[in-house]
């Protein structure tokens, strides 16, 4: 089926599930069903196949974590500017597209999209987890339904964000301990699916991200 077809079905089958009053705030920028064909590469296929994001400039600055090498580095372009040399991550370990409650980290290229410093873990870098690509994903292999679909679309094109409340999850970014202990930080993998740095050096990542800072995190 080409790509066309495909997401004339995708429509037709929001039409049916929805109603014609739903149906009608569906976004329509083309670039959201793109990844939906099954001969196209993941995003996953894709990040693990380059050293450097797609599309990458010379002074563009993000992020980039390493869960195997627990390894974060601040890059601007193809140049490292800060480096951490350890990190903590999901309880459940890691994987493209996580559930809800499983305290996994998600595997893939995400945006800063939200910013507390008023966290309980000291300062939290908020990732747009479900993004567009994730839910296209999520909604191919079955793990959400079209109507959870729709939804993750609508709210990030309402609130600028990704929701958290369905099956994928959300709320996942990168953070400090707080009043966590330091020991199980440095032993443990102890995270409800974010990643975590210490206090310190959250706090030195600061000057570097902002909302729409590119990040990816790979396994």
């Given at each position: 089926m080409n790509r066309a077809l495909f997401r004339a079905a995708v429509l037709m089958a929001g039409l049916f599930t929805f109603g014609p009053t739903v149906q009608a705030n569906i976004p329509y920028s083309s670039h959201h069903l793109d990844g939906m064909l099954g001969d196209t590469p993941t995003l996953w296929q894709a990040l693990d196949a380059i050293a450097m994001p797609e599309g990458l400039t010379p002074d563009e600055v993000w992020l980039s974590i390493d869960l195997r090498n627990r390894l974060v580095r601040v890059f601007r372009g193809e140049h490292v500017i800060k480096r951490i040399d350890h990190l903590a991550y999901g309880a459940g370990?890691?994987?493209?597209?996580?559930?809800?409650?499983?305290?996994?980290?998600?595997?893939?290229?995400?945006?800063?999209?939200?910013?507390?410093?008023?966290s309980r873990f000291a300062l939290?870098?908020?990732?747009?987890?479900?993004?567009?690509?994730?839910?296209?994903?999520?909604?191919?292999?079955?793990?959400?339904?079209?109507?959870?679909?729709?939804?993750?679309?609508?709210?990030?094109?309402r609130h600028g964000r990704a929701p958290h409340t369905t099956a994928l999850g959300g709320l996942i970014g990168i953070h400090g301990l707080g009043r966590g202990d330091p020991e199980v930080h440095e032993l443990f993998d102890w995270t409800e699916g974010c990643v975590a740095v210490n206090n310190e050096q959250i706090r030195a990542l600061d000057p570097w991200l902002r909302i729409g800072t590119r990040v990816v995190i790979k396994g």
């Open positions: 370990g890691a994987a493209p597209l996580r559930a809800k409650g499983s305290s996994m980290t998600p595997i893939g290229e995400f945006r800063v999209d939200r910013i507390n410093r008023s939290f870098f908020g990732f747009d987890y479900p993004n567009a690509q994730v839910a296209e994903e999520a909604l191919r292999s079955g793990k959400i339904t079209l109507q959870e679909y729709w939804y993750i679309e609508e709210y990030r094109r």
